[in-house]
DNA sequence: AATTTGTACTTTAATTTATAAAGTACTTTA
DNA sequence: TAAAGTACTTTATAAATTAAAGTACAAATT
């Protein structure tokens, strides 16, 4: 390959939200919902379906449960994901650099 | 800035096939639409309609002739496409080298 | 010479995606 | 106890993407 085929990059990491939130979590080991949410500035709404996203194709998995009474969700990437990121980044770079 | 926030991002650049397009375009001085719907592997129909988005926003220019009595119209990026792609290359980088 | 096939696109319509707004199930504060 | 959060989820609307059909030719075939 290495062209500018635009459907080497998984669609799935490409949007620019669901982008941001991979980025942070392969740099954070894990990171609960607010985190998240202020980090990527994204309306709850927003972060609640694309991370939904993630985590149905498995590249993100989460843990809920309750601190001090309230609920608590916190997401890790997972193997595949990082997988997929790596080869999103690679194929990324090589599009951008000619 | 320098953080994770998606909206950092250009949009009408951050789409697989219209960032594909930029990246074509930077690397290449000019091109035609035939050259371009090949490299990218997009449909005639996606391309135009990309394409013009691209031209909308006159990240690039168009000039249409005829060559051999056959409609040839070939694409520039312009000043304003270069710097909105190095402004987004930029941001790009800063998002995922954390 | 008429029909078919091909080229270089553009337009329209349907599907998918993204976003914002509203809703749920609480907890905390006044 | 009523109002104002918190941590999300769901739903509805708007926007974007894609595929299919259309246009205006040229070239090749019958």
Same mark, same amino acid.
């Given at each position: 390959? &290495?062209?500018?085929? #635009?459907?080497?990059?998984?669609?799935?990491? /490409?949007?620019?939200?669901?982008?941001?939130?991979?980025?942070?979590?392969?740099? =954070?080991?894990?990171?609960?919902?607010? #985190?998240?949410?202020?980090? =990527?500035?994204?309306?709850?709404?927003?972060? &609640?379906? /694309?991370?939904?996203?993630?985590?149905?194709?498995? #590249?993100?998995?989460?843990?809920?449960?309750? =601190?001090?009474?309230?609920? =608590?969700?916190?997401?890790?990437?997972?193997?595949?994901? /990082?997988?997929?990121?790596?080869?999103?980044?690679?194929?990324?770079?090589?599009?951008?650099?000619?």
């Amino acid at each position: 390959m &290495s062209d500018f085929d #635009y459907k080497q990059l998984d669609d799935i990491i /490409h949007s620019r939200i669901r982008l941001a939130i991979m980025a942070l979590l392969v740099s =954070v080991d894990s990171a609960n919902f607010v #985190y998240i949410r202020e980090k =990527v500035k994204a309306s709850d709404g927003n972060l &609640s379906v /694309h991370i939904r996203k993630l985590e149905n194709v498995k #590249y993100v998995s989460s843990n809920k449960k309750f =601190v001090d009474r309230k609920p =608590v969700t916190t997401y890790k990437i997972t193997l595949l994901g /990082h997988k997929a990121f790596e080869t999103y980044i690679n194929r990324l770079s090589n599009l951008l650099d000619k």
